[in-house]
């Protein structure tokens, strides 16, 4: 167990970090609100918007790394803050959707990818 645990905030990672986590293992949890999640997700993500989030944890894993995961980072931020205090092994997406989909994270979704 770490300090960081008591201090209630996670490190964040880069999307190029993130990426090579959940070849590891690690689970990405969205926590946005459904529309947003609708039109573009990470494949393989759990939603849990950040408002269910603590009311929901059971249905997350206890034995795996959880990447928090939003639109921009700030959000995802205090999810991780959360299931840090829970006590799960966690760390936040920094730039979120944006930063992921800068560094061409795969995306899944009704929203047309704009890359070429």
């Not at 990672?13 to 997700?41: F, N, Y």
């Not at 829970?86 to 994270?105: K, P, Q, S, T, Y």
Request: contains cysteine; neutral net charge; aromatic residues 4%.
């Amino acid at each position: 167990m770490t300090v960081r645990k008591y201090l209630g905030r996670p490190r964040s990672v880069t999307a190029a970090e993130a990426v090579e986590l959940i070849a590891s293992g690690a689970l990405v949890v969205d926590v946005r609100g459904e529309r947003e999640r609708a039109r573009q997700h990470v494949p393989g993500s759990r939603h849990v918007p950040l408002r269910e989030l603590e009311a929901r944890a059971d249905e997350l894993p206890d034995d795996r790394l959880l990447i928090t995961f939003c639109t921009g980072g700030l959000l995802s931020r205090g999810a991780a803050s959360v299931l840090a205090t829970l006590g799960f092994e966690v760390v936040n997406l920094a730039d979120g959707l944006i930063g992921w989909r800068a560094a061409g994270g795969p995306l899944e979704g009704s929203r047309p990818d704009p890359r070429p």
